[in-house]
T-cell receptor
Framework: GENVEQHPSTLSVQEGDSAVIKCTYS??????FPWYKQELGKGPQLIID?????GEKKDQRIAVTLNKTAKHFSLHITETQPEDSAVYFC??????????????FGSGTQLTVLP | DGGITQSPKYLFRKEGQNVTLSCEQN?????MYWYRQDPGQGLRLIYY???????QKGDIAEGYSVSREKKESFPLTVTSAQKNPTAFYLC???????????????FGPGTRLTVL
């Protein structure tokens, strides 16, 4: 089955700096890669996703890049703010076409933005 | 106000007792999912359901059971057969697209289960 590895497990940056979180996946058939943000005691919220037919996607301060050949994808947050502090999870989809998505998650990155 | 509700937020049970966690959604989503989250780990899929009266096992289904009698409800029962039931349980749902496949998963606020 699919295996997703995420690093680093913790990341501290100064406010205004950029943060990068990286994930690798094992199943070359995976074609959907979402990123979730989870605040303490809450459920994860989708912040951005990318499909395998695209190499990069941006949404304001957040961007995701995908390298299908190397089987890795990354989350980039620019101009970080204290409210960006949370746990971030990457995931990969290995569901067959038409089937409900069976996401495999990375182990998470605790991002701390220092004021 | 549309969304996914999970109740209760905190749940305590004695070892050996079955316990049922509630998940309700009013988003008219077709698929629903249950995940387990342990400290310092990612989410792991327990069960999912694409349609009423049908569900499939995920990666860690042993010791759990589900039902899908209504589109908006997907309760999870943690049985006494589950060896390490203490965890944070998350329910999610997604809508089936007209072109096939499913849209992104939206998560509920979670239930923290502690077995004493």
């Amino acid at each position: 089955g699919e295996n997703v590895e995420q690093h680093p497990s913790t990341l501290s940056v100064q406010e205004g700096d950029s943060a990068v979180i990286k994930c690798t996946y094992s199943d070359s058939a995976s074609n959907y890669f979402p990123w979730y943000k989870q605040e303490l005691g809450k459920g994860p919220q989708l912040i951005i996703d990318i499909r395998s037919n695209v190499g990069e996607k941006k949404d304001q301060r957040i961007a995701v890049t995908l390298n299908k050949t190397a089987k890795h994808f990354s989350l980039h947050i620019t101009e970080t703010q204290p409210e960006d502090s949370a746990v971030y999870f990457c995931a990969a989809n290995r569901a067959p076409s038409g089937s409900a998505r069976q996401l495999t998650f990375g182990s998470g990155t605790q991002l701390t933005v220092l004021p | 106000d549309g969304g996914i509700t999970q109740s209760p937020k905190y749940l305590f049970r004695k070892e050996g007792q079955n316990v049922t966690l509630s998940c309700e959604q009013n988003l008219n989503h077709d698929a629903m999912y249950w995940y387990r989250q342990d400290p310092g780990q990612g989410l792991r899929l327990i069960y999912y359901s694409q349609i009423v009266n049908d569900f499939q096992k995920g990666d860690i289904a042993e010791g759990y059971s589900v039902s899908r009698e209504k589109k908006e409800s997907f309760p999870l029962t943690v049985t006494s057969a589950q060896k390490n039931p203490t965890a944070f349980y998350l329910c999610a749902s997604s809508v089936r697209l007209i072109a096939g496949g499913y849209n992104e998963q939206f998560f509920g606020p979670g239930t923290r289960l502690t077995v004493l």
